[in-house]
DNA sequence: TTATCGACCAAAAAACTAAATTGGTCGAAA
DNA sequence: TTTCGACCAATTTAGTTTTTTGGTCGATAA
């Protein structure tokens, strides 16, 4: 009772590093148990399925990653900043999970819905995020966006695009290219 | 000798159907042979292997694509111009060419290396297109970009991260959606 | 009551094997 | 010069058996 939530959290402690390193599928119930020196029927009092236990891992990740982000965001005062600051916050966040994202990769091929459900909303509340600190700049007068929504979806799209070219390691990004390319996105190409 | 040149037109024409309904795995040189009327073995008088049909299937397909678009940008005059008619050249290319991109994506998995060096090429000719208007841009004194490299290779990034999310059924894009984000590239979202 | 466990099961996955296909070769024959 | 069938080694596929795995349940400590 007591006893239960803190227990709970031992698990997805320890099957997080298991899962992170194995994914999903190849992680079993046993391995688990065996580093919880628990039998594997033990689990089950405490998660109703391997699914849930890995869902709460991934939940849990993104939370922290979330408030990573709510913070830099939040330290930042023009909506320029503010992207920056979620750009490479996110970045980071996500150099840094590495590991459970390319798990994750790796079984992109099964499946799995409620990895796709979860994925689906977390795109959500990248799109709120986004859309939220441009309105916001629209809203002071310091961006001028035609399609707001067309345009979050657009960033998003192309920060997905740069993830994965990233993660699959053909180019080396600096900071500073995040800064250029950020300055392309404010003030465009074509000369004033 | 004077009908070789023939023959192994119609050889890729009809394996080009057959490659766009099934992909490389699934096609057998039995089929094309089928197809052909003629016995398996005789496809080998003309071409040296199934690697080299497709192979020369993918390049003449290439050749299409990359002629529309070097049209499409010469009748352009400014960069702004080429670079519109080239994304959107580029998009409706490869939309048409559907099935064969899915194909070609079906077998990522197995990553034949032949393929792979076959979209690196491709790549490279892409970044040589866009680094071109730009450069054309910055010289005619009408773009202002800092890093000339880096803003090429992003722009090919977010574009390929368009196409998957288009080919991927996410979203229907209209060409006004292009144009709006065109814009964005061009002139940004900072008001001025 | 709370927590743990081993025995157990159905279903899925992995390992194995035999049979069929497939890409490619070669010499013969139109 | 062009086409073909017979043939081969190697890969794929289909079918089967064995093992593993997620999950249940009742017993049993604590």
């Keep these: 009772m007591i006893n239960v939530e803190k227990t709970k959290e031992e698990i997805i402690e320890i099957a997080r590093d298991i899962f992170a390193r194995f994914g999903f599928k190849k992680t079993t119930m046993e391995e688990i148990a065996k580093a919880m020196r628990k039998a594997k029927s033990s689990l089950y009092y405490y998660f109703q ?4 236990i890995f869902q709460t891992v991934l939940e849990q ?17 023009t909506p320029q900043g503010k ?5 490479l916050t996110r970045m980071r966040g996500l150099k840094q999970l590495a590991n459970f994202y ?5 079984e992109y091929l099964e ?17 709120k995020t986004i859309s939220k600190i441009l309105k916001e700049g629209v809203d002071r007068g310091i961006f001028d966006i035609k ?6 979806i657009a960033i998003l799209i192309a920060l997905k695009g740069f993830e994965s070219w990233v993660f ?7 900071e500073k290219d995040i800064d250029n390319l950020l300055d392309v996105l404010f003030h465009g190409i074509v000369k004033k």
Tied chains: 1, 2.
């Design 102 to 106: 390319s798990a994750l990769k790796d």
């Design 168 to 174: 699959q390691g053909n180019t080396k990004w600096t």
């Design 49 to 52: 399925s391997k699914e849930e």
């Design 61 to 77: 990740e993104a939370n922290v990653l979330r408030e990573k982000i709510e913070k830099a965001i939040s330290q930042e005062d």
């Design 83 to 87: 992207l920056r600051a979620y750009v």
């Design 147 to 152: 399609d707001l929504e067309m345009t979050t």
């Design 111 to 127: 499946n799995y819905k409620f990895i796709e459900k979860f994925r689906k909303k977390y795109d959500e509340e990248e799109v």
